[in-house]
């Protein structure tokens, strides 16, 4: 029993020391992105990438959505919802932010465990682009205009003072929902390590990693990204790094994989 109780604490203290670490990651760059949604950035960097968005079947408002998607998904997904598109632009649009969006936020803990970040946000992106080009040439339909069951408000155009306050009040709600999951999903993963569930769970796992080149020790890794996505799985992420010794080349793959492959079994 005393054992038992040791283990508990054991898992809680990983939590709390992965909410900590990546807490200092999330709210200020949460912070950051909320503000900046109320500046002219977000305009100008879409007038910039607008010539781009042809190659995709794409008008040129549609890269208000692809940066602001990049920034914060949900944001991206809310400006689509202001928009006149047609079925096959929102699709395209869709397809492509599944690859890549939170790439700030997504990309900041990949210092922790020393992968780099510009390789991982160029295989997003190229993701993005090669699956928005195929989607156009390949989809023939969906001509029709969007219709939409809920319309996003308008950005609040308030003093600073309530924008600044709308960022911080947004920077540690995201904190308090990565510890609402990261705390428990530590000391889960704490309990399968002492009920000695990995072999099980990794003997599962094995025909998926084999052809990616990834041994048996990712499989918690993997599990953990594709059902809780990158920001909350990398605590798992991090702390598996640590206690299992990767090799750069394997700790690469996993994350490569986990970059445009994750949260697909998402559980909020």
């Known amino acids: 029993m005393s054992r038992a109780k040791i283990d508990i604490k054991k898992g809680l203290g990983k939590g709390l020391h ?3 670490k990546l807490g200092r990651i999330i709210f200020p760059i949460t912070t950051l992105i909320v503000i900046l949604r109320h500046t002219p950035v977000i305009d100008q960097l879409s007038q910039l990438l607008a010539p781009f968005t042809r190659l995709f ?19 991206g997904i809310g400006s689509i919802l202001a928009m006149d598109l ?22 900041a803990f990949l210092k922790e465990i020393r992968v780099s970040i510009w390789l991982v946000v160029t295989v ?13 040439l390949l989809y023939p339909d969906g001509g029709e205009e969007a219709a ?14 309530s924008i600044v ?36 769970f990794t003997r599962w796992m094995k025909p998926l990693l084999q052809p990616l080149g990834i041994s048996q020790r990712g499989a918690i890794v993997i599990g953990s990204g594709m059902i809780f ?4 799985g990398a605590s798992v ?13 394997e700790l690469t793959l996993l994350i490569l994989y986990l970059a445009i492959c994750h949260a697909s079994l998402k559980i909020r």
């Open 86 to 107: 047609t079925m096959k632009e929102v699709f395209i649009l869709a397809v492509m932010l599944s690859f890549s969006h939170n790439l700030i936020l997504e990309s």
């Open 229 to 232: 996505g990158l920001i909350y």
């Open 165 to 200: 306050l709308e960022a911080v009040g947004a920077g540690l709600g995201a904190v308090l929902q990565l510890a609402m999951i990261v705390i428990p999903l530590m000391v889960v993963i704490q309990a399968i390590y002492d009920l000695s569930l990995l072999d099980f």
């Open 57 to 75: 079947g794409l008008p040129g408002e549609a890269a208000i959505a692809f940066v602001l998607g990049n920034l914060q998904l949900y944001a």
């Open 148 to 161: 939409y069951t809920v319309v996003e408000p308008a950005m609040n155009q308030d003093a600073w003072g």
């Open 18 to 20: 992965s909410t900590w």
């Open 124 to 136: 997003r992106l190229g993701m993005a682009m090669l699956f928005g080009m195929l989607v156009n």
């Open 237 to 249: 992420i991090i702390q598996e790094a640590k206690e299992q010794n990767f090799s750069k080349r």
